[in-house]
């Protein structure tokens, strides 16, 4: 069983659907991401909870909306997505210590999103 | 804002060659790290580095971070197939993951 799950793997939808993916993790974290990668652009992170508050939110269009009911689930919501937001949505998890030095995080194989 | 630049974005060598991939910035970062990225997988953390002038090899791989932790190279000794993926650095700066700065990748292709 691989430390960071997400499903589904791959999803097409139109403008108007509402879509979710979800992201579990294994590994005892306390920590969640969602990060955008794009072909040609550096990972973008999206969203931070850590001990399941929303810690960190990168001006992400409003039709993103994160939810972490717990700390071994995240989920992104989606709704009227634009084409431009095709792209890999992964998940991470991380241990958040006190220094926060070279902490290491683990990636799920993400959602191939394709918007139509 | 803190960036950082890979070069190059593109190489593809034939297997046995050697290689070495740059990640650079001016700025200074507390931790360098270098993630692996498989097709259809997501990224998987490979080594991290922290202190100035480190290096630390991983079999045929051999990682080091600048003196003035501004840049990290990656080097590849005798490359195979199996090393075919994307490669990412990011930067740390000793506040948590979420403040980690990522370069665009390289994109290594190893045929055999």
């Known amino acids: 069983e691989t430390g960071v799950t997400q499903t589904p793997r791959h999803l097409v939808m139109g403008m108007t659907n509402k879509k979710s993916l979800k992201c579990e993790q294994h590994?005892?974290?306390?920590?969640m991401y969602w990060y955008k990668q794009s072909a040609k652009k550096p990972l973008e992170l999206m969203f931070v909870?850590?001990?399941?508050?929303?810690?960190e939110n990168n001006s992400v269009p409003s039709r993103f909306s994160p939810e972490c009911p717990n700390s071994s689930h995240l989920f992104l919501h989606l709704h009227t997505l634009q084409p431009e937001d095709s792209a890999l949505y992964l998940c991470a998890s991380s241990q958040v210590g006190i220094s926060g030095q070279g902490e290491k995080l683990f990636f799920g194989s993400g959602t191939q999103l394709s918007v139509l | 804002t803190q960036l950082l630049e890979q070069s190059p974005q593109f190489l593809s060598i034939q297997e046995g060659e050697n290689l070495t991939v740059y990640c650079n910035s001016s700025?200074?970062?507390?931790?360098l790290q270098w993630y692996r990225q498989e097709p259809g997988e997501g990224p998987v953390l490979l080594v991290t580095v922290v202190t100035g002038g480190e290096v630390k090899k991983l079999k045929r791989l051999t990682f080091q971070f600048g003196d003035a932790r501004k840049d990290s190279s990656l080097h590849i000794t005798a490359a195979q197939p199996g090393d075919t993926g994307l490669y990412l650095c990011?930067?740390?700066?000793?506040?948590?993951?979420?403040?980690?700065?990522f370069g665009q990748g390289t994109r290594l292709t190893i045929n055999p």
């Open positions: 990011a930067g740390g700066g000793g506040q948590g993951a979420q403040k980690l700065v």
């Open positions: 700025s200074v970062f507390s931790s």
């Open positions: 909870y850590s001990l399941e508050e929303r810690v």
């Open positions: 590994l005892g974290h306390n920590a």
